[in-house]
């Protein structure tokens, strides 16, 4: 049976004329008019056949009438700018039936009630028939992909059904991060939390001038797939902080950013955490593996179990800065008076 086919629709340049559409600055908005490139954004998905696909952000449709010329069953679009409601609601009515549209921020949305649940699938199976697809605004994607990471790791909103896929754009330099590797300098925290509980792939890059207004980067589509077993077994905040801490300090070796999990004067946590990782203190962040830096996870929440305090530990605290800052002060006289007068003050 071949893809079901839209009747004759206004195209959506004329939308725009039509409605008086403008792409909002402040909501970061960038429409794709160009039907090859949002054909191509729908076929990165994968198979859509008897599928429910959930769009973000449809916007006057661009990517929406691709996804209702598949052999997807059901197309679930979530906009929060209601301008675009009478162009979404047109297309809901050429699709007799496959299309719904609903108002509201993605941030705060509840999946769970409108994702059919005879598509579930347990969590060890092959990923359900469910795709999550958008061209996200610049301003929610990083907070969003965020949330919905920590969704993932607890199987919960859209994840309550199995390992339902995304397939999203990001501006290209977060796309890179998403998917870099060791030794890159892309690496940072946003590579590690995507790629301990993802499979993730940057599908192809699209220029900024294909968009309308064109924004000043280009943007990259990015594929996710959950994996059945996270590559660090923890919980999604701890992972974060670890994460978070050792890339704080992109140029400098990991101890330093290490350093910031503990009170000034637990010197004996930080070396304990590094024994008991094995992970070398004198790497730089970009230089670690997903498996070390759950390596280092592990280490810090076998402390954190021990000593319940430290996990609320927070170093940017006024009364705790104030430690660092003197700490910092006594190292630099140190090093200076070892500069000036050529001896080790250590001794």
Same mark, same amino acid.
């Given at each position: ?5 839209? #009747? ?51 916007? $006057?449709?661009?990517?929406?009438? $691709?996804?209702? @010329? ?15 409601? #009478? ?27 409108? =994702? !059919?649940?005879?598509?579930?699938? !347990?969590? @060890?199976?092959?990923?359900? @028939? =469910? ?26 909103? #859209? ?13 290209? &330099? ?40 064109? #924004? ?23 992972? &974060? ?16 950013? =290490? ?43 076998? =402390?954190?179990?021990? &000593? ?20 910092? &002060? ?18």
């Amino acid at each position: 049976m071949g893809a079901q086919r839209l #009747p004759p629709l206004p195209t959506i340049q004329e939308l725009i004329r039509l409605y008086q559409l403008r792409a909002k600055k402040q909501l970061s908005q960038n429409f794709l008019l160009d039907m090859n490139l949002t054909r191509k954004i729908v076929r990165m998905a994968g198979p859509l056949q008897g599928g429910f696909v959930c769009e973000v952000g449809p916007g $006057p449709g661009g990517i929406t009438r $691709p996804l209702l @010329n598949t052999k997807a069953n059901h197309v679930a679009v979530l906009e929060k700018d209601r301008r675009f409601m #009478p162009s979404l609601k047109m297309l809901s009515d050429a699709a007799e039936g496959r299309m719904s549209v609903y108002e509201g921020d993605v941030l705060d949305f509840n999946f769970e009630h409108i =994702i !059919p649940k005879d598509l579930a699938q !347990p969590w @060890n199976a092959a990923p359900p @028939n =469910i795709h999550i697809i958008g061209n996200l605004p610049f301003s929610v994607s990083t907070p969003l992909l965020i949330k919905w990471l920590a969704a993932i790791s607890t199987q919960s909103g #859209p994840w309550t059904f199995g390992r339902t896929k995304l397939t999203l754009t990001f501006q290209k &330099e977060v796309a890179e991060r998403m998917v870099a590797r060791i030794m890159t300098r892309q690496r940072c925290r946003l590579s590690i939390m995507c790629q301990y509980l993802c499979d993730v792939q940057l599908k192809f890059i699209i220029p900024g001038r294909a968009f309308v207004p064109p #924004p000043d980067v280009d943007v990259g589509v990015v594929h996710i797939v959950p994996k059945v077993r996270p590559l660090i077994q923890l919980p999604f905040p701890l992972v &974060e902080k670890v994460a978070s801490h050792v890339c704080h300090y992109r140029q400098k070796y990991i101890r330093r950013g =290490i350093e910031t999990l503990f009170p000034v004067h637990r010197e004996d946590l930080v070396e304990e955490m590094f024994e008991a990782s094995g992970v070398d203190p004198q790497s730089r962040s970009y230089m670690l593996s997903v498996r070390e830096i759950g390596h280092l996870c592990h280490a810090y929440s076998n =402390i954190c179990s021990r &000593e319940s305090d430290i996990y609320g530990y927070d170093y940017r605290s006024p009364e705790n800065a104030a430690k660092v800052r003197r700490k910092n &002060e006594i190292l630099t006289e140190l090093i200076e008076q070892q500069v000036l007068h050529g001896t080790d003050p250590m001794n």
